[in-house]
């Protein structure tokens, strides 16, 4: 029998955010972040997961995929496994799979069929080949790429970086399927111990990560970092940033300076650390430095090109304050961010530098949406409300309209679970595994706040809204689909929406077409005629430190061990009854005694 497709899996592989891609036909089959199934947030090792969750969704075995393609940003693939067989690297292959990675047909795989690429190379194929763009050129800034000596695609020959110097930043420009790097930025080894040698590169990504360290004592606290920065004064700091003439300075930090990093201890409060006007000033410099060299960088690739279309990926692009002021005022006519900005979305990038430069495919596939994951039954949620100790603490019932049903809870102040078709890929929940509120109390933040996140006070929540009612509720012309561009709200709505509006009048857009989400798309209709607001809340259905939702199993727990007012799976609203108030605190405290002994657990 003939085969029916090729397939091609692209793969993030080690460090954190693994991911897989799945490609049929050079379409996106299905795509997901190995944090969603694990449940551990960035989760990093081996990768048998994410493979399996792809094939099972699509019904097929690895036998079946004509092309692997693969990324590891600290060293290639094959020389990392080679390493990990005879060093302990827990955070790269804990000791719990090792097993399952030796037994697997990919690991220190010798196959044709297995490729290994650099990594800017990936992230330039996440965001050209899936762009709606024929032509234009590519922006790639992140915290730390490739060694020199590793990078596969050609660049100019006129730069003077030796061999471990790491990628930083990569400019390329593309027609069709043909990608030419223009530029690279590289950051050249410094002195350090373990991670603090990468904080201390001379890099825009790496600055950050910094500056998140120092306030957060977590190098992956960007987006807090970006939340809290305007909160700070202008110019309390000097330059951590400099661009001269196209080069960029990094200064080193001095200890008159920064003395006040954020230590952990268990009994204090970070939002009343005494450190807190330092660490806003800081944060404001750190920010206002990164958008002023990103806008820089993307005018001088507007200039040397004349390109009218920018594609852009990175864990930097991530930054939707900064993506902002370069759609809006780096002069290009398009924007495309890749929604899956960060290292999950390498897989696509692996996949897509399978399908167009190794098996010499045309380009067909836009990626207009990012509803990847796999679609899970009536059937499959329905068992999970069915558990014993679930029924017995719901009412589930099932809606005609659930979208004007909905609609009603949330303008009553209730806070919904949303849980709908298949699952976002990337780090933004926009509006499949998505917390939604009413935007037109101040004190809706506070209640999510204090209900479900758990976050510090100072984080915005981001609004959806209807496609074409964007431009009379924000400013600018530039649509933003993935929720990664912020905007001005028009002073006239900001007392009309004001739990979504930063303190400096921003918002973290999510536009809703009903192409691309049909659902989301008549719920905000619906609420919109009760309310005469086509705006909601919506962040990621997650607590503070967990992943976002997967499955219907996730949704149920996260419902039922926070305060969200209602599950709505599929077209059942899910509520809490009487007995839950008296069930809930004893499943807690079994799953704590259960946590517990299992940590103190000696191994036999």
Known sequence: ???????????????????????????????????????????????????????????????????????????????????????????????????????????????????????????????????????????IVDGVGSYRSDVMEAFPASDTATPL???????????????ECLKKVWMEPDRGFLSDE??????????????????????????????????????????????????????????????????????SNWEKNPAMRHWEDLAWRTQDDTENVLLARARWLREATGAKNLCMAGGVVL?????????????????????????????????????????????????????????????????????????IQVDAVKSENVCRDTAKLLADQKVIGWFQDRSEFGPRALGNRSLLADPRKPEMKDILNSRVKHRQAFRPFAPIVLAERMKEIFEGEEDSPFMLIAKPVRPEWRGKIPAIVHVDGTAR???????????????????????????LINTSFNIKGEPIVEAPQDAVNCFLTTGVDHLVIHDTIVSKNAMHKVVAPLVNIYTDVRTLVASTAQPA
């Not at 110097?165 to 990608?179: H, I, M, N, Q, V």
């Not at 857009?509 to 705006?535: D, H, I, S, W």
Request: glycine content about 8%; overall charge negative.
């Open 509 to 535: 857009v999510q536009t809703v077409r009903e192409e691309t989400n049909p659902m989301l798309y008549r719920l905000l209709k619906e609420f919109e005629a009760l309310t005469g607001v086509p705006v």
């Open 165 to 179: 110097a790491r990628e930083s930043e990569s400019y390329y420009k593309f027609s069709g399927t043909t990608l």
């Open 1 to 139: 029998m003939p085969k029916k497709h090729t397939y091609v899996l692209g793969l993030n592989t080690y460090d954190h955010d693994v991911s897989a891609c799945l490609l049929r036909d050079g379409a996106i089959a299905f795509a997901i972040a190995k944090e969603r199934i694990t449940r551990a947030k960035h989760a990093s090792g081996f990768y048998k997961e994410v493979i399996d969750y792809c094939l099972e969704a699509e019904g097929i075995t690895l036998d079946d995929v004509d092309l692997v393609v693969r990324n590891c940003y600290i060293l290639p693939v094959p020389e990392m496994e080679e390493r990990l067989v005879y060093f302990d690297a827990p955070g790269f292959l804990p000791d719990f799979e090792r097993g399952d990675a030796a037994k697997h047909p990919l690991y220190l795989s010798r196959q044709e069929k297995v490729v290994t690429i650099s990594h800017h190379l990936a992230h330039a194929y996440s965001a050209f080949a899936v762009s709606p763009f024929e032509d234009g050129v590519v922006m």
């Open 198 to 267: 990468f904080y201390n590169m001379p890099g825009l990504g790496a600055l950050y990560s910094r500056a998140s360290t120092y306030i957060f004592g977590d190098w992956n606290k960007c987006g807090e970092l970006m939340g809290l920065a305007p909160y700070g004064r202008r110019d309390q700091f000097k330059h951590l940033l400099e661009l001269n003439d196209g080069k960029l300075h990094v200064p080193h930090w001095n200890a008159t300076d920064f003395k006040q990093p954020y230590v952990f201890d268990a009994g």
């Open 319 to 391: 930054n939707c304050v900064a993506n902002g002021r370069v759609a809006r005022e780096a002069g290009f006519e398009n924007v495309w961010i890749q929604p899956a900005a960060g290292d999950d979305g390498i897989a696509i990038g692996c996949a897509y530098y399978g399908w167009l430069e190794i098996l010499k495919q045309r380009r067909g596939f836009v990626m207009d949406h990012s509803y990847v994951g796999r679609a899970y039954s009536d059937q499959e949620a329905a068992a999970q409300l069915q558990k014993f100790l679930v029924r």
